[in-house]
């Protein structure tokens, strides 16, 4: 089974500055996505970023963007120039291609605090 | 808005009882997701359902259970609920049972509280 490990329970950056949260995670597969979602006070969870195991290219969205590293399993998530709104859960996310199992699997999350 | 609908938000109700959340799915989605939050146990996801099929079950108890109807909406049922059972319920969904971008689309929740 696959699992996601977030080490940093809680992460705090100041405001414009740069932040990154890590995840690691553990599969035999070779074929699978990788997502960040953010879940700010509101509980709505929130798609920030995505990543297809077969690409080599880093994702990236506005301020957003990820180190993946699948020989090491991975895939971490910086945040460039830090807005107050960034400040929410985080949750690293996997997802199998192939096969029948196409749930979500989450990591526990890490709680980012964002200091004016 | 991710368009994916969940009710009622907010649920408070006794240990014993049995109540139902509802989930109406992204138009055009065939594919909907059951995941429980509470504060220690993060996300765990319970069940899914492809076209009204029971496609792949997670850790769900035996006193819940769920379904999809033809209108491709989904019910979790919950009974002799304990105070355990206190959470927050997503609802979300895709548009297969595998999808070009992967993502799943999650509704806003349904806070459960069992006193």
């Known amino acids: 089974a696959q699992t996601v490990t977030q080490s940093q329970p809680e992460m705090s950056v100041q405001e414009a500055e740069t932040v990154t949260l890590s995840c690691t995670y553990d599969?035999?597969?070779?074929?699978?996505?990788l997502f960040w979602y953010k879940q700010p006070p509101s509980r709505q969870m929130i798609l920030v970023i995505r990543?297809?195991?077969?690409?080599?290219q880093n994702a990236t969205e506005n301020r957003f963007s990820v180190n993946f590293q699948k020989a090491a399993k991975s895939f971490s998530l910086k945040i460039s120039d830090s807005q107050l709104g960034d400040a929410a859960m985080y949750f690293c996310?996997?997802?199998?291609?192939?096969?029948?199992?196409?749930?979500?699997?989450f990591g526990k999350g890490t709680l980012l605090t964002v200091n004016p | 808005d991710s368009g994916v609908t969940q009710t009622p938000k907010h649920l408070i109700t006794a240990t014993g009882q049995r109540v139902t959340l509802r989930c109406s799915p992204r138009?055009?989605?065939?594919?909907v997701y059951w995941y429980q939050q509470s504060l220690d146990q993060g996300l765990q996801f319970l069940i899914q359902?492809?076209?009204?099929?029971?496609?792949a079950k997670g850790n769900i108890l035996e006193r819940f259970s769920a379904q999809q109807f033809p209108d491709l909406h989904s019910e979790l049922n919950l009974s002799s609920l304990e105070l355990g059972d206190s959470a927050l319920y997503f609802c979300?969904?895709?548009?297969?049972?595998?999808?070009?971008?992967?993502?799943?689309?999650f509704g806003e929740g349904s806070r459960l509280t069992v006193l």
């Open positions: 979300a969904s895709s548009v297969g049972v595998t999808t070009n971008t992967g993502e799943l689309f």
């Open positions: 599969t035999s597969e070779s074929d699978y996505y």
């Open positions: 990543q297809e195991a077969y690409k080599q």
């Open positions: 996310a996997y997802r199998s291609r192939g096969g029948s199992n196409y749930k979500l699997t």
């Open positions: 138009s055009g989605d065939l594919s």
């Open positions: 359902y492809y076209n009204g099929e029971e496609r």
